[in-house]
């Protein structure tokens, strides 16, 4: 089983969202992902949500700078800006001030040695499939930025990373990634299938004749590689089944939408007041 806890979830940074990764923060996780590129699974408890698999990274100090450069950047942005009225303006305010507090709050994990809540960064195609959303206007004007969220998150092991493995390519945003991931499986499918065929097409009478196997025996290999053929058009055909499986399974989480419902643990009205 992997590890739940409430994370505060982030969006990721625009290269990360293309490459289908994941940057997590959890004090109990950095010998296992510091250094490292590991496949794990991250289940939401979101009613209707659908199970990730990708590839995830430690955030560290300098991911975590990175993040506070853009934040820098878009506050310049903002303040050079002409000064909008009415809603717009309402609406540009808020935007600074949810901007200023993930800010502080990212700095105080960077420099103050914060570590609770857990950080997860992940883009926009990961947290539709899992039913998350990130900082809401609400929290903000109370001066927290945490909205936190119920996720498993497991680090695949040997041998189940193998197929994690294919369903994060599967699985990946980018469509070219699931393309390669689809061609490697039929491949592997045809491969199979093509080698079982071979093996029942061999005269094993002639050929096992020719090397000197006994007549008596002949049958009975030529019948024990056949069986072997036959079987391995099977597995090529489940192979085949399995990929078209898995694109399915791609398709209906990107039609899904999973409900908003929350199941993290109820707010103490009384906090941070």
Known sequence: ???????????????????????????????????????????????????????????????????????????????????????????????????????????????KGRTTPPLVFMGQWHRRRLGLTVLTRDKVRQHDPYDPWSLEITIGKFPRSIWWQFRAGVEHPQIVVVLATVLAIVGLGVGVIGLGLGLIAIPYENVLGQIGVASTTRGTVGGVFESVGAALIVVGAVVLALSAALISKRQAGMTAHPSRARTTKAADPNARK
């Open 1 to 111: 089983m992997g590890s739940k806890e409430d994370y505060w979830v982030h969006p990721a940074l625009g290269d990360d969202f293309n490459e289908g990764i994941v940057w997590l923060l959890y004090s109990g996780w950095r010998p296992k992902l510091q250094g490292l590129r590991r496949v794990v699974r991250i289940v939401s408890s979101v009613k209707g949500s659908k199970p990730v698999f990708c590839e995830a990274l430690w955030a560290d100090e300098r991911y975590l700078e990175r993040w506070i450069e853009n934040f820098d950047e878009r506050r310049e942005l903002f303040n050079r800006s002409p000064v909008p009225a009415g809603q717009a303006a309402k609406d540009l305010d808020d935007r600074k001030q949810t901007l200023e507090v993930a800010r502080a709050a990212l700095w105080a994990y960077r420099t």
